[in-house]
């Protein structure tokens, strides 16, 4: 399946490749090591952050006090990564947190981060948000700090897209509270939690369109599941064709 990813996003061949979060199960280095030589093999330029298997919570002396030591050493020194040019700026934020294990959020330090690149960044570009955690709550829940700040600074700093991972079930949905369109990845390659086909998702991202394709496992290799498509059009997201139901203000 590994191989048949690889060969998938190399056909692909996009600009960027993002991957939100838990490279590994269990941190081991036998994982990271694995990873590394799968992020490797894509070929393509990659944008990974941290997800809360990538720290080692069975072993406490490290994972309280160099929880992102094996991460860094394998997988990428830098745990705000960015990717820019000419059609979109990309930033990573790591959200995962030694002792909030499996609920994770982003500090304080790392949203005031985020806010200043946004801050600087001059109009015109797609800018994208990508966190291991989502910044969407789950249905019926209120949103937690961190994400209501996530929602505001989209607002007053202009954020599009949130990209996530975590929840092994692939979804995009427009967030009124934060005028953002939100990507959840499904689990690419894990077998764990498996409640759909293992996928990932490709996005093209147009002048004001973003479409979103699910590329699932279809016990060969990935093909195209479904797709949406969402216009962000005056500052308005909106979704196109039969499902359209979002919309909502967004600031580009
Ligand atoms: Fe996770």
Redesign the pocket.
């Known amino acids: 399946m590994a191989l048949a990813l690889v060969r998938s996003l190399r056909q692909l061949s996009p600009d960027l490749v993002v991957v939100s ?2 490279v590994t199960q269990r941190a081991r280095i036998s994982q990271f090591r694995v990873g590394q030589r799968f992020l490797e093999r894509i070929g393509r330029p990659c944008l990974v952050v941290p ?3 990538d720290l080692p919570i069975h072993r406490p002396m490290h994972r309280f006090r160099r929880p992102l030591d094996a991460y860094q050493l394998y997988i990428s020194p830098n745990t705000a990564p960015r990717y820019e040019n000419d059609r979109m700026v990309v930033l990573g934020v790591d959200t995962t947190k030694s002792w909030r294990w499996m609920g994770g959020g982003a500090t304080r330090r790392r949203l005031k981060r985020l806010r200043d690149d946004l801050c600087d960044l001059p109009p015109g570009r797609w800018r994208v948000l990508v966190t ?1 955690h989502p910044v969407l709550p789950p249905p019926l829940r209120r949103a937690k700090p961190w994400q209501a700040a996530v929602a505001r600074l989209a607002r007053e700093c202009g954020l599009h897209l949130a990209l996530s ?2 929840h092994h079930r692939a979804l995009s949905k427009v967030w009124h509270r934060g005028g953002l369109l939100v990507v959840a990845a499904g689990a690419s390659l894990s077998s764990r939690f498996r409640t759909e086909a293992n996928s990932y998702n490709a996005l093209t991202l147009d002048h004001d369109r973003v479409v979103v394709q699910v590329m699932a496992w279809n016990g060969y290799g990935y093909s195209e599941a479904r797709r949406r498509s969402f216009r962000l059009n005056a500052g308005v997201w909106m979704e196109e064709g039969p499902r359209a139901r979002g919309r909502l203000r967004a600031r580009r």
């Open positions: 979060g838990d997800g809360n298997h291991h991972g975590h």
